[in-house]
Antibody
């Protein structure tokens, strides 16, 4: 149940963009609200953004508002996070999680550095 | 934003002994539907978080019954009745009543 696989992380320079994906399987993806949560190295968990099950509603933390965009493709069971104008403080492991936080992916590491 | 404050942040424990983690929220976590959206997560070293407890006291499937959650309003507790080696991890409380926020984490060291 709740198989989630993130991809798309890597090393990127400040000010550049990156797009993360989260492939979902073993559950009915289109029925679930989905989150992105991040964890800076050696730090705790930080909620980033959430999207409703049909993609019509999206909410962001103040730290990423205006720079990050969450989206989903229910036909492909995939969640996305478009990250623009990246800053060094965005360096973290990014996890996708189901709305009830029952399902978590393994995370993908984003490093923002020149 | 609702602030979640955990204590202690580090908890040395002895195998077979009980352990307890406190979590306090800056506002009541009772939602308009009557539910209290307070979860406990476990993150073992090098792993993703795992939900242990949802809505204060409901244990997820596969979670040993030595884990229990309790509390109400703004004060919550996670208890491990008899610590086992596999319980070495960081434990987070998190709330989903007023958007979503996490506690700082409590590192349980055996």
């Amino acid at each position: 149940q709740f198989h989630l696989v993130e991809s798309g992380g890597g090393v990127v320079q400040p000010g550049r963009s990156l797009r993360l994906s989260c492939a979902a399987s073993e559950f009915t993806f289109s029925n679930y609200i989905m989150h992105w949560v991040r964890q800076a190295p050696g730090k705790g968990l930080e909620w980033v953004t959430v999207i409703s099950s049909d993609g019509s509603d999206k909410f962001y933390s103040d730290s990423v508002k205006g720079r990050f965009t969450i989206s989903r493709d229910n036909s492909k069971n995939t969640l996305f996070l478009q990250m623009n104008s990246l800053k060094p403080e965005d360096t973290a492991v990014y996890y996708c999680a189901t709305g009830d936080y029952k399902g978590w992916g393994q995370g993908t590491l984003v490093i923002v550095s020149s | 934003d609702v602030v979640m404050t955990q204590s202690p942040l580090s908890l040395p424990v002895t195998l077979g002994q009980p352990a307890s983690i406190s979590c306090r929220s800056s506002e009541s976590l009772v939602y308009s539907d009557g539910n209290t959206y307070l979860n406990w997560l476990q993150q073992r070293p090098g792993q993703s978080p795992r939900r242990l407890i949802y809505k204060v006291s409901n244990r997820d499937s596969g979670v040993p019954d030595r884990f229990s959650g309790s509390g109400s309003g703004t004060n919550f507790t996670l208890k491990i009745s008899r610590v086992e080696a596999e319980d070495a991890a960081v434990y987070y409380c998190m709330q989903g009543t007023h958007w979503w926020t996490f506690g700082q984490g409590t590192k349980v060291e055996i």
